[in-house]
């Protein structure tokens, strides 16, 4: 925890040197898991209803969880406050490229991910989001990965 707790205040420190904020990204298909396209998945996934949980279900608890923590639609300005939070609605082939026109140019410290925690369940879409988002973790980061 000591690790992760430098690394998160470097980042903090860092964002509001230069009067930035944190941006929690949540990616969900809000209708469950897709189905299998690549041979190292299964349909098993996508025949498992009760991961099909909606985002109005997700927004309120997050709300709960979380109230001072304003939620932003994608492409809406940010305020003032240091941190929020936008979801992503949609598989992942069909939210990264929202997700990364979100970010700021990769490199720049709006365009940084400080931590990328993946919670996927089926390989191909381990494979868009790490190739779409890990460039944007700069060392000292941290990638989480639960499954694979």
């Known amino acids: 925890a000591g690790v992760l ?5 470097a980042e903090w420190a860092q964002g509001h040197e230069i009067g930035g904020s944190w941006g929690i990204l949540l990616c969900d298909s809000f209708k469950g898991l ?3 396209s690549s041979p190292n998945d299964s349909d098993w996934w ?7 949980v909606g985002e109005a279900e ?3 608890v997050f709300q709960a ?11 809406e300005a940010v305020g003032t406050e240091w941190m929020h939070a936008h979801f992503f609605p949609g598989y992942v082939r069909e939210s990264m490229p929202t997700v990364t026109s979100t970010l ?16 996927l369940d089926m390989y191909e879409g381990y494979l868009d989001t790490l190739r779409a988002l890990a460039p ?8 989480v990965a639960d499954d694979y």
């Open 136 to 143: 944007r973790v700069p060392p000292g980061g941290f990638i």
């Open 46 to 52: 996508w025949e498992q209803r009760q991961l099909k």
């Open 5 to 9: 707790q430098q690394a998160l205040d």
């Open 104 to 119: 700021g140019p990769a490199g720049s410290p709006a365009g940084d991910i400080a931590i990328l925690r993946v919670d």
């Open 34 to 36: 897709p189905l299998s």
């Open 58 to 60: 997700v927004r309120q």
């Open 65 to 75: 969880h979380f109230p001072d923590v304003p939620i932003r639609e994608p492409g």
